[in-house]
């Protein structure tokens, strides 16, 4: 069955059917909706909700849940997740478990409450200090916000890491029809935990820390922190290709600018334009692969945002500026329109016809 | 042959890191007599600080998580609303409970978690040499304060039981001390209190432990203890503040 929800309130449902039972947040627009929903939602499944004081409390009462085995996950938007840094550098240190929801709005400072993709950078490069990584996962519909939520809760799980998914306030706030089917759900909320600290009953005293000050100690987690990040990498990189076997220019864009691009790929398709899309899905890690295959029979890259240029860093880097890459963006609210990556694309698509 | 003195069970046979004459391993101990007693070593979860104290769970023997800077409370509040049949108690000294975590304690205070508190108040900040701490008193010499606190320059002591005590989720509060070994009992009867109280559900409880610091105070052991009598006492006055 089919039900209209906004995306804040489909991601939340879509935790609770993951088997989150732990939510603090911070209110913040624009993802209200998501802390208001868990806030009547939440008791009703025997859950935890709160209020917190700070996003640092919200994210450090996550923290907390975690540490005790509890599926836990905080939201929030661009500067509140600013603030959240340093307790995800602390659950990636810890290797504790946890899902943060981003719906992006315009920055740098408080910025606009418009939709934004600005925090590419802060998402995929760490955010946070030291030599760490977090899943990102950036769904294009309130489809895919049920899925890849629901996807979060278990690589958080798998790999004790933290999961952020990266979102604007566009999706956030839009309305789409979307199946809710706790049925088809992989979820599996019932992975072993022997980790947990629940009080030492016929154990071991066990302790979760992210402090290591012996000879070599702390270059060691880190090593083996980058072993799970390539163990991630291989498993866990997902991307969507559209016309990859006989396009010249490919754009790649993801969540919100994905669907504009799309809809100028299909038009210029129907034209008999060879035009493609990347989208990439896992933003970390990024799919890297794909876009080297691309490289070898595309001529060029557009690369679309809604920011002054982040992501292009990294389609530079995996195609290893074999090829070139142009970009087109608009920040601070503003939304390349189709006619606006149409102008853009027919400008290099001539350029490049001999 | 009875034993009448031995190590409490929740404490591990090793060498502490602090400085001869420091007030952790007393107030450490405290805890570990309060948990062997109140038998609540296998549903304990303690929260160890930034700070000297961060490596407490090298002496504690039961669950222990280490967490940012000031964030004890927060952290404190993830466990203990998921799964209120442990036991939660955080330790913190007084850069992390009143400088950079002064939010957390009060906003966890006022939600009336049922959790339990051990703030330690040496004056200062031990770990990173010294400094001056919201609590340093007035005129006292730290590494920040070479002409020691001046109201007009650096404020005035922070004094976290009369703030609290005001707020009605705090159900206890109370200031102890560990100047000599009356005090050390007394200290021990609140952190029990504390405990118990949240065995009871009864909400938020803190013992302000006011503790010595020789490095830093630059005194022997001995005349750290005496500034603590002498000095440090009449800015802050022991005694229930609430509950």
């Not at chain 1, 917190?52 to 923290?63: C, G, P, Q």
Request: glycine share 10%; charged share 25%; net charge neutral.
């Amino acid at each position: 069955m089919k039900v209209l929800m906004c995306g804040n309130e489909v991601l939340a449902e879509a935790s609770i059917m993951a088997g989150c039972r732990f939510y603090a947040g911070y209110p913040i627009t624009p993802q209200n909706e998501l802390p208001a929903y868990m806030s009547r939602r939440m008791p009703e499944v025997g859950g935890v909700f709160i209020q917190a004081e700070s996003e640092l409390a919200a994210i450090n009462m996550v923290f907390g849940a975690s540490l005790r085995g509890v599926r836990a996950m905080t939201s929030s938007s661009s500067p509140g997740i600013s603030l959240k840094q340093e307790g995800i550098s602390y659950l990636a240190g810890c290797e504790l478990p946890a899902v943060i929801v981003n719906m992006m709005r315009g920055g740098p400072g408080l910025g606009n409450i418009a939709p934004s993709q600005s925090d590419y950078f802060q998402a995929t490069r760490g955010g946070g200090h030291g030599d760490y990584r977090q899943i990102v996962l950036a769904p294009a519909s309130l489809q895919e916000i049920v899925e890849l939520t629901m996807y979060s809760f278990d690589l958080a799980d798998r790999y004790r890491t933290p999961v952020m998914i990266l979102g604007d306030g566009i999706l956030g706030q839009m309305m789409e029809p979307v199946v809710l089917n706790p049925e088809s759900r992989s979820s599996k909320p019932g992975i072993k935990k022997d980790w947990i600290l629940d009080g030492c009953k016929n154990r071991a005293p066990r302790v979760i820390k992210s402090l290591f000050l012996g000879e070599g100690e702390l270059e060691r987690l880190n090593q083996r922190l980058q072993l799970k990040y390539r163990k991630i990498a291989e498993e866990e990189t997902r991307s969507e290709v559209l016309y990859g076997d006989d396009s010249t220019i490919i754009l790649v864009a993801y969540g919100t600018m994905s669907r504009v691009s799309r809809n100028v790929v299909e038009g210029l398709r129907k034209q008999g334009k060879k035009i493609g899309m990347l989208r990439p899905i896992s933003l970390w890690p990024f799919p890297e692969k794909e876009l080297k295959i691309l490289s070898e029979k595309v001529d060029k890259f557009l690369v679309v945002e809604m920011s002054c240029g982040q992501m292009v860093e990294d389609v530079k880097l995996g195609i290893e500026c074999k090829r070139p890459v142009h970009f087109y963006g608009r920040s601070g609210g503003g939304l390349p329109t189709e006619d606006e990556i149409m102008r853009e694309l027919m400008t290099i698509y001539s350029s490049s016809l001999p | 042959m009875d034993t009448i003195f031995s190590k409490p069970d929740s404490m591990k046979d090793v060498p502490t890191h602090y400085c001869p004459g420091c007030g952790h391993g007393v107030v450490h101990r405290l805890i570990c007599e309060v948990v062997d007693e109140l038998g609540i070593r296998e549903s304990v979860i303690g929260i160890a600080p930034v700070g000297c104290a961060v490596i407490a769970y090298d002496y504690w023997d039961f669950d222990v998580t280490e967490t940012a800077h000031g964030r004890v409370p927060a952290v404190a509040t993830g466990i203990k609303r998921t799964h209120p049949e442990n036991i939660v108690f955080g330790y913190q000294g007084d850069g992390d409970l009143a400088a950079i975590g002064t939010a957390e304690i009060i906003h966890a205070a006022n939600r009336r978690e049922n959790i339990t508190i051990v703030f330690v108040n040496n004056s200062l900040y031990g770990m990173t040499g010294g400094q001056m701490a919201p609590t340093t008193i007035l005129k006292q010499k730290t590494a920040t304060t070479p002409l020691g606190r001046d109201p007009k320059r650096e404020g005035f002591p922070l004094k976290v039981c009369e703030l609290l005590s005001v707020l009605p989720g705090v159900f206890y509060a109370e200031r102890v001390a560990l100047y000599n070994p009356q005090n050390v009992l007394k200290a021990k009867k609140a952190i029990r209190k504390a405990f118990q109280n949240q065995i009871d559900g009864s909400g938020f409880s803190i013992v302000e432990v006011l503790s010595q610091c020789p490095t830093y105070l630059g005194l022997s052991p001995k005349d750290a203890v005496k500034w603590v009598e002498e000095d440090m006492l009449k800015e802050y006055p022991l005694g229930v503040f609430k509950g």
